[in-house]
T-cell receptor, first 111, second 117 residues
Framework: RKEVEQDPGPFNVPEGATVAFNCTYS??????FFWYRQDCRKEPKLLMS???SGNEDGRFTAQLNRASQYISLLIRDSKLSDSATYLC????????????FGSGTRLQVQP | GAVVSQHPSRVICKSGTSVKIECRSL??????MFWYRQFPKQSLMLMAT?????????EQGVEKDKFLINHASLTLSTLTVTSAHPEDSSFYIC?????????????FGPGTRLTVL
C-alpha cells in the first residue's frame, strides 16, 4: 500500500465549477499535512497547509480527518489557472521532517 | 520569500559520465536539504536527506555510492550522479528547510532534468 494515495484523475471541470480532491495516508503518526500544486515539468509549490480544524484560503478549503486518515481539498469557482496537478503531502516523521508525496490528482479546468 | 536555486536546469549526458547538480538556498540558511527524484507521471520520491556538516541519510533502495551528496555549507548541497545510465534519467528536485524554521516548511528548487543517452 502506498503511504499517500490519491485518485490520479484527470478531473475535467468547467470554469466556475467546484471540485474536490481526496487523499488517504497510511502512517497514523504523521503530524503535518499539506497540499502542493505542481505545474507540468515544474517544481511543486505549496498551496496550503492542512490543519485539524480545517482551514480556508480564498477559494481553497482543506480538511483533515485524523481518525480516517483522510485529507481533502475543495476548490470553488475554478479558474483556468487552477489547471495543474495537486499533490497531497504528509510529513514522514517528526525527526527529519521529510515529506511523503502522493502521486497527484490532475485537474483540467476548461473554458 | 525564500528562494532555492538549482543548477543546471537541464543536462544531457552520455552513459557512464558523472553529473553534478547544485542546490542553493539564496536568502536563508538551511541545515537540512532534501533530494527527490520524479519519474514521468509519478510522485516525487525522497532519495536522501542532506545535513550540513554530516553524512547524508539515504532512503532504502538508493545507492549512496552512486548518488553522492555533499552538504558543505548552510546554503549549498550537491548531488552527483556517478556513472549515469539511461535509467537514471529523471527530474531531480531539491528542497531546503530553513535553519530554525517552524514546522515542516520546505522550499523547493526548480528542478534539474537529467537525460542520459
Amino acid at each position: 500500500r502506498k503511504e499517500v494515495e490519491q485518485d490520479p484523475g484527470p478531473f475535467n471541470v468547467p470554469e466556475g465549477a467546484t471540485v474536490a480532491f481526496n487523499c488517504t495516508y497510511s502512517n497514523s503518526a504523521s503530524q503535518s499535512f499539506f497540499w502542493y500544486r505542481q505545474d507540468c515539468r515544474k517544481e511543486p509549490k505549496l498551496l496550503m497547509s492542512v490543519y485539524s480544524s480545517g482551514n480556508e484560503d480564498g477559494r481553497f478549503t482543506a480538511q483533515l480527518n485524523r481518525a480516517s486518515q483522510y485529507i481533502s481539498l475543495l476548490i470553488r469557482d475554478s479558474k483556468l489557472s487552477d489547471s495543474a496537478t495537486y499533490l497531497c503531502v504528509v510529513n514522514r516523521d517528526t525527526g527529519r521532517r521529510a515529506l511523503t508525496f502522493g502521486s497527484g490528482t490532475r485537474l483540467q479546468v476548461q473554458p | 520569500g525564500a528562494v532555492v536555486s538549482q543548477h543546471p536546469s537541464r543536462v544531457i549526458c552520455k552513459s557512464g559520465t558523472s553529473v553534478k547538480i547544485e542546490c542553493r538556498s539564496l536568502d536563508f540558511q538551511a541545515t537540512t536539504m532534501f533530494w527527490y527524484r520524479q519519474f514521468p507521471k509519478q510522485s516525487l520520491m525522497l532519495m536522501a536527506t542532506s545535513n550540513e556538516g554530516s553524512k547524508a541519510t539515504y532512503e532504502q533502495g538508493v545507492e549512496k555510492d552512486k548518488f553522492l551528496i555533499n552538504h558543505a555549507s548552510l546554503t549549498l548541497s550537491t548531488l552527483t550522479v556517478t556513472s549515469a545510465h539511461p535509467e537514471d534519467s529523471s527530474f531531480y528536485i531539491c528542497s531546503a528547510r530553513p535553519a530554525g524554521g517552524l514546522g515542516d516548511t520546505q522550499y523547493f528548487g526548480p528542478g534539474t532534468r537529467l537525460t542520459v543517452l
